[in-house]
């Protein structure tokens, strides 16, 4: 693990570290926030998965998490949202696939299985490493996200219920099978055979038995992107049957922004803290 920079921050540190990552199978870069409450001992943990177009640097430059997570004591691990790298295969003219656009899937079609297992980065590597080189406690971890990384946080829950405590996400995609802007990339990723891309769909992963003990969602009534690719009806409807509690909370006036994430990041942070006390 190479140490890209740190800075003291509210008492913690904030630093940026890159890896030569097996499963994607080139340099990944992440960030982690360590509370000034781990000088004294492990803290708990909390993901943070990143929407298209974005890096481990969104979130860290605008998320504004710094502050409550030192009061509370969380650590937060931000990854990149895909591989990257001169050999790695992308779409340079296409927000919504290839670099920035992992959607957090283990991809299985060619040219892209060698590296976009954004999946297995996220549940198994990169985890691995963290616990291995930070003072976290693995036994209290969480996760949450924004839009595609809302998504991911979501279908990882839903498939590994014993290993997080908490999952929440502002403004998911909750049904990537159907949304327009990632059809092609689950096709590219995934291959042809919609049977396929139920294991990363959140309402279809529900339908097929997976289960979360509960959910936050909190989505923008401005959001430009809420009609078209969000539906968090879709969510709703799906936990209702399955009889998953979710509190859905529609922000009147939001957007998509950072400005939305950061007005309601507190919100979220105080919510997981609760939930691995």
């Excluded at 991809?107 to 616990?131: D, F, G, I, W």
């Excluded at 309402?203 to 509960?214: M, S």
């Excluded at 957007?255 to 006390?277: E, G, Q």
Aim: charged share 20%; with cysteine; glycine share 8%.
């Amino acid at each position: 693990m190479k140490i890209i920079s740190t800075a003291k921050s509210y008492g913690g540190i904030q630093g940026v570290y890159s890896h030569v990552s097996e499963v994607c199978a080139c340099d990944m870069t992440f960030a982690v926030f360590v509370p000034p409450q781990a000088k004294d001992g492990r803290v708990p943990v909390l993901w943070y998965l990143s929407g298209l177009t974005c890096t481990h640097a969104n979130v860290m430059d605008k998320g504004e998490y710094r502050r409550l997570a030192a009061e509370l004591g969380l650590a937060i691990v931000c990854p990149d949202t895909s591989p990257r790298g001169a050999d790695v295969p992308d779409e340079k003219d296409n927000w919504q696939f290839g670099y920035g656009a992992g959607f957090y899937v283990d991809a299985t079609e060619q040219p892209y299985a060698k590296n976009y297992r954004m999946y297995s980065y996220v549940v198994h590597e990169l985890p691995a490493l963290v616990a291995a080189n930070f003072p976290v406690d693995m036994s209290c971890q969480s996760i949450f996200g924004h839009s595609m990384g809302g998504h991911g946080a979501l279908t990882i829950a839903l498939k590994n219920p014993d290993r997080f405590k908490s999952c929440s996400a502002f403004a998911p995609i909750v049904q990537p099978t159907t949304a327009g802007w990632s059809r092609l990339a689950f096709e590219n990723y995934l291959g042809p055979d919609e049977k396929n891309w139920r294991a990363y769909d959140a309402t279809l992963l529900i339908e097929d038995d997976k289960r979360f003990r509960e959910f936050l969602v909190d989505q923008g009534s401005a959001d430009e992107f809420l009609q078209d690719g969000l539906c968090p009806w879709l969510l709703e409807e799906a936990c209702k049957k399955a009889g998953i509690s979710l509190t859905l909370r529609m922000r009147e006036g939001y957007d998509h922004s950072y400005n939305f994430i950061s007005t309601f990041m507190d919100d979220h942070l105080r919510w997981h803290a609760k939930r691995c006390s």
